[in-house]
T-cell receptor
Framework: GAGVSQSPSNKVTEKGKDVELRCDPI?????LYWYRQSLGQGLEFLIY????????KSGLPSDRFSAERTGGSVSTLTIQRTQQEDSAVYLC???????????FGQGTRLTVV | AQSVTQLGSHVSVSEGALVLLRCNYS??????LFWYVQYPNQGLQLLLK??????LVKGINGFEAEFKKSETSFHLTKPSAHMSDAAEYFC????????????FGQGTRLTINP
């Protein structure tokens, strides 16, 4: 596609439920990133994919968070047993390779009630 | 480790005035530097970047930034602010070729007064 696409754009979930957030990167981009943006925390790096592997997952806040990427394209970020502190905007970005600029999607706004 | 500091979480200028948003970085190797802009309820859009070569880089919407190695700075400027420039601006650093993640500053919210 023309840009990075994320779905859903908004998600409201009950505490304790699992959620899946999807990212469709720009076609041909090998690098994919997930960031979290919350009030007072700025942009926090979560995980980086190069192809289907994740050489850097140092930003995942707990073992409730996981991500995968298949076919070198679509990525899914899964949050299990959601907590209120997981409420944030989750941003996905992709780049042609790891040394070029990243292009961001519109984000998924997650609200845990 | 690399980090980015943006001085001033909020900056307010009058329409037509100079915009100056400050960014200082720390990096043990020559960095790649970026400025992104975020409009309300939108993702981040790249304004400009510095990788190598000319230290004064020009971006979209009349913005430019100068890489000053001696000052470890990459401040963003625009000679004349427009109401449409109101947004949040993020400075980011990537630690050169082969580096992976972008590290972002905390952001600066720019307000334009009529």
């Amino acid at each position: 596609g023309a840009g990075v696409s994320q779905s859903p754009s908004n998600k409201v979930t009950e505490k304790g439920k699992d959620v899946e957030l999807r990212c469709d990167p720009i076609s041909g981009h090998t690098a994919l990133y997930w960031y979290r943006q919350s009030l007072g925390q700025g942009l926090e790096f979560l995980i980086y994919f190069q192809g289907n592997s994740a050489p850097d997952k140092s930003g995942l806040p707990s073992d409730r968070f996981s991500a995968e990427r298949t076919g070198g394209s679509v990525s899914t970020l899964t949050i299990q047993r959601t907590q209120q502190e997981d409420s944030a905007v989750y941003l996905c970005a992709s780049s042609f390779d790891r040394s070029t600029e990243a292009f961001f999607g519109q984000g998924t706004r997650l609200t845990v009630v | 480790a690399q980090s980015v500091t943006q001085l001033g979480s909020h900056v307010s200028v009058s329409e037509g005035a100079l915009v100056l948003l400050r960014c200082n970085y720390s990096s043990s190797v020559p960095p790649y530097l970026f400025w992104y802009v975020q409009y309300p309820n939108q993702g981040l859009q790249l304004l400009l970047k510095y990788t190598t070569g000319a230290t004064l880089v020009k971006g979209i919407n009349g913005f430019e930034a100068e890489f000053k190695k001696s000052e470890t700075s990459f401040h963003l400027t625009k000679p004349s602010a427009h109401m449409s420039d109101a947004a949040e601006y993020f400075c980011a650093v990537r630690r050169g070729v082969g580096a992976q993640k972008l590290v972002f500053g905390q952001g600066t919210r720019l307000t334009i007064n009529p």
